[in-house]
């Protein structure tokens, strides 16, 4: 059951009466030589360590989890949101202090799950687990949903790129609102061909985000990046679910995003040589942490 875009895998999905996450479940018992037992504790064992990192990032003591230019903010939403009235809701909310939280995390040396970076970390647990405390989910269709990320992420991966030094931002958190965004619908129902268009919507929604972090950090404007693509999948995937489909099919813009990447001069490729990272803030933050 290989395949190598978008249409490839939808033909074996139809082909089969089969799920994203069966093919992506197959071809992984297939390579790594696991049952479907084992293939499933190990990405349990994944989910987790995003558990892990989002109850830590909102429940420890913020001095304890900063980096240099973050730290705290997790919590801070959360307390907001728990106590005002919120602008977003109650789970895109949730979802966001969770995406926060796994940045903390990041920074501060913790432990997390590249997925598909560590500049990306926070948008898919934040989403999958903020949808599976909405909708009183199982586990094993969380892990379903992690599945069926891989298979967006092998792809875009084989066809553009996931990293932010070979296609900016857009390549990382953009990949990962993607993966994000298929991974809901198929864990609420959706179709193999609404979870690529929940994709192809997330993807063209951060088309072009450049990569700037300011003094070379994974921190800003990283962490609030994730923010923006956790709520940028949630939104991708309430469409596709409601039967909106992106006008222009997923590889075609997969292809897109690749290319877009290599046009982004050099200076907006995590270099820290363009964007925010050269505004005079972000020269005086470089020039006190590094001297």
Known sequence: MNYTNGKELLDICKENNMTIYDVALHNECKTSLLNKEEVYLKMKYHLDIMKNGITRGLDVNEKNIKGFMIGGEAKKLKRYYENNKSVCGKTMSKAVSYALSMMEVNVSMGRIVA?????????????????MEKFKLDEDIVINGLLTSSAVG?????????????????????????????????????????ALNASAIAL???????????????????????????????IS??????????????????????????????????TSEGGIATTPTGIKLKKQIFG
């Open 115 to 131: 997925c598909p970076t560590a500049g990306s970390c926070g948008v898919l647990p934040a989403v999958l687990i903020a949808v």
């Open 154 to 194: 092998i792809i875009i991966g084989k066809n553009a790129c996931l990293s932010g030094a070979e296609g900016g931002c857009q390549a990382e958190v953009g990949s990962a609102s993607a993966m994000a965004a298929a991974a809901t619908v198929e864990m609420l129902g959706g179709s193999p061909e609404q």
């Open 204 to 234: 063209k929604n951060l088309m072009g985000l450049i990569c700037d972090p300011v003094a070379g950090l994974v921190e800003s404007p990283c962490a609030k990046r994730n923010a923006i693509g956790t709520s940028n999948a949630m």
């Open 237 to 270: 995937a309430e469409m596709a679910l409601a039967g909106i489909s992106s006008i222009i099919p997923f590889d075609e813009v997969v292809i897109a995003m690749g290319k877009v990447g290599k046009m982004l001069p050099v200076s907006l490729r995590e």
